[in-house]
């Protein structure tokens, strides 16, 4: 008797303190956690669809979209854009259905002309279940699939509503699929944009005419979040000096290992340089000498030659910066003073450095242009100095374009007539036969100043190494 009665003793007191406690963690979460509700009871408050003529209407509370045919994917937008945030969202899909809640996307008129990209938090009722990976919408593809997170997979409700928490905190993306961690990525594409709900395009699909994509109870937090951030047990993917899985799919190589100097040497030298360059988090930087034309380090290249390709390279400018993006060079051209010769993708600070008023042809020493050859694009989509940049060149038989973010700045032919004119009218008409090699490396240029580069990539012509 008197054990039981000690039992009780220690029970009673145990479960109240338990109810407290449980109770006062309750009052906490409603008081300290500033949630925005984004789902009002007018759809045109806070929201503006995008893309495709899919219907939005607001029902019992939730934002219900209907599929209709001959018609893009389509977005309803939030007119607010969103840096970092905690997300928690609700969705049902019909299982005919693919679906997606936009992320950190945006609609610019230069890019596709205005079409939705973006990140994309998957909704993927179909027997792949990948629902919670990420996605890039009209970029790079998938970037984070489930297919080894069979826990996650197995958690989204087929016909029900399933609960979202998307986290994006700097270079950090986190989701969970009704409390199941599903994806886990690290990238630093976007920092910012709106959260859009997709209705997928069925073309001319009658059979998926009228089918139905419903969310609600969508709330956002973008204050304290290192507060109510949660850990994840998953592995992070993570992009940076990585190939996506589109990439690998599609045969595209590292170039550059972001960790070592494998697969480059000087220009002018047979090893790397000891000097002006730094290998450094994932990042390779040429360091500012003064502004001299490889005077410290020197130029770097490929230990390779190639002919037909595409490269893409991130890059970072510091202020008032030059540097540039060589091809087809053959370093046995000019041993003298200044830099090897070769095709240059131009990059270089046109605010600030005198460059850009310099030139053969006016305007032909900005960013990107073909080196006082060819002006890029006065429209080029270039992100503020000290943000980065992807430079994307095409060199297929004499045919060479240019890239920035995505959009094509300029192309030309080599060896036509308009070429070689332009050559011969050049600073490198005293070099014969210039741009007109069948193959050569790669060259990043040491110019003394402050230059990163980063996911440096190339895709060869039927796989070749």
Known sequence: MKSNLKKHLIAIPLCLALSLISCKSTNESKETIPWEYLIKDDISKGWTPLGGDAKYKIENGAIVGTTVLNTPNTFLTTSKKYGDFILEIEFKADSMMNSGIQIRSNSLPYFKDGR????????????????????????????NPLKNNPEAQKAFKQNQWNHYRVEAIGDTIKTWINNVPAAYLIDDKTASGFIGLQVHSIGTDNSRVGKDIMWRNARILTQNLDKFSRRTPLKPVITKNNLTEVEKESGWKLLWDG?????????????????????????????????????????????????DFELSVDFKLSPGANSGIKYLVDTDINKGTGSSIGLEYQILDDALHPDAKLGSKPGSRTICSLYDLIQADPKKPVHPIGEWNTAYIISKGNHVEHWINSVKVLEFERGSEAFLKLVSESKYAKWPGFGLLKEGQILLQDHGDRVSFKNIKIKLPNNKK
């Open 116 to 143: 939705v990209h973006g990140y994309q938090v998957e909704i993927d009722p179909s027997p792949r279940a990948w629902s919670g990976g990420i996605y890039d919408e009209a970029r790079r593809g998938w970037l």
């Open 259 to 307: 960790k070592t100097s494998n697969g480059w040497r000087g220009a002018k030298i047979n090893q790397f340089p000891k000097k002006g360059w730094v290998i450094e988090n994932g990042e390779l930087t040429v360091l500012s000498s003064g502004g001299g034309e490889s005077e410290a380090g020197g130029d770097i290249v490929t230990t390779n030659n190639y002919s």
